[in-house]
C-alpha cells in the first residue's frame, strides 16, 4: 500500500566504479519482516554471495533532513518520505510529514535499512595502505580510529604524509634524521644538536626530540607523532646534567608527550625543555626516557540529551 521507496534511489543510481553492494547475502535482522517480496528461492540462490560494483550518489544515502548518514532504524511516511529515526524523535507533531505534510505514522521502512546495511565504502585512507571497507554509515566511526590515517613530514617544503610506519621510514632515507629505538622506560643519551631525532618503539609507535639553538641555549621539545590526537600515553623525561668546577649539576623535567600529526609543522606551543647557553659544551648530551603514562583514561560519559531543536511538521 506504500509507495515503493526503492523507486527514490533507483533513479539515482549510475553503474560506476568505486562501491560495492553486496547482493542477497545481508544478515537477518531481528523483527525484521520474513516476506521478502519477488524474492524466489531460486533466485536468491542464484544471487548469493554475489556483489558488483556500482556508485551511488551518497546523498541518497544521507538522511534528507539532518543529511547524517542514514542508519537502521530507518523511518518513512505513507507517501515514502524517508527519515532517521534521531530527526523523527524531534518532529514537533511526530504524526505530520516534514516533507509532504501528510497526516501519517512513520512506520519502519525495513527496504531502505537493507539497501544501507549493504553498501560498503573504502576508507578514505586507502591511498595510505588501509584495506578496511566498512558499511556508509559506520565510515567515519573507522576513520577516526583508523591507524592508516596520515601523518605528515614537518620539514619545510616536503609534502609527504602516510602512515607512521611510512613516516618514519622517509625521516631516515629521505631527511637523514638521527634515530633511536626505544624501550619504554629506558634511558638513552642524545647529542644537544640542532634538529629533529627520531624514536620509535617496536610497537609502531613514533616519537620527535626537536632540538632548536636559541640566542639564549638550546630548547629541547618531544611529541608522539600518531593520526588521532588522543589523550597523553606517553610520559617523556629529560635531563641535562655536567660537572664544572668538581661540581655536579642538573635539571631534569618530566612531562606528558603530546600527540601531533604534524599537518602543520612542528608545534612551538608545547612543553619546552632549555638548557642555557652559559652550560652549552660540544659534547653535551641529554638523557632521554620514554614511559608509557600510568594515568588511567577516565571514561567520559557521553551525554546524548542535546536539547533537540524541534523540526517543523
Ligand atoms: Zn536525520
Ligand atoms: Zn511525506
Ligand atoms: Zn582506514
Ligand atoms: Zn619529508
Known sequence: MYKNPFDQFRSNWLVRNGLEMSAGNSKKRQGEPHQEVGEDDGHRKRKSGAATSV????DVLDCPVCLDPLRPPIFQC??????CSTCRQK???PKKCHYCSSK????RC???EKIVESIQVPCSNAKYGCAEKTIYYEKEYHEKECPLAPCFCPEMGCSFAGSTQLLLEHFIADHNWRFTKVTYGWSFHVDVQEGVHVLSNEDGHLFLLNVVLEPFGCVVSAFCVQPQDTEPKFRCSLTFSFWKNDLFNSQSSEFELPSTTLSDGIPSDRFLFIVP??????DNKISV???KSLKSLISS?????????GIPS
Do not use: R
Open 91 to 93: 518532529l514537533i507533531n
Open 78 to 83: 505513507s507517501v515514502g518520505h524517508i527519515i
Open 289 to 291: 626516557t620514554v614511559k
Open 301 to 309: 560519559v557521553s551525554t546524548d540529551g542535546s536539547a533537540g531543536t
Open 55 to 58: 556508485t551511488v550518489e551518497l
Open 277 to 282: 647557553k652559559s652550560y652549552l659544551e660540544e
Open 110 to 112: 525495513y527496504g531502505i
Open 104 to 107: 501519517s505514522d512513520f512506520n
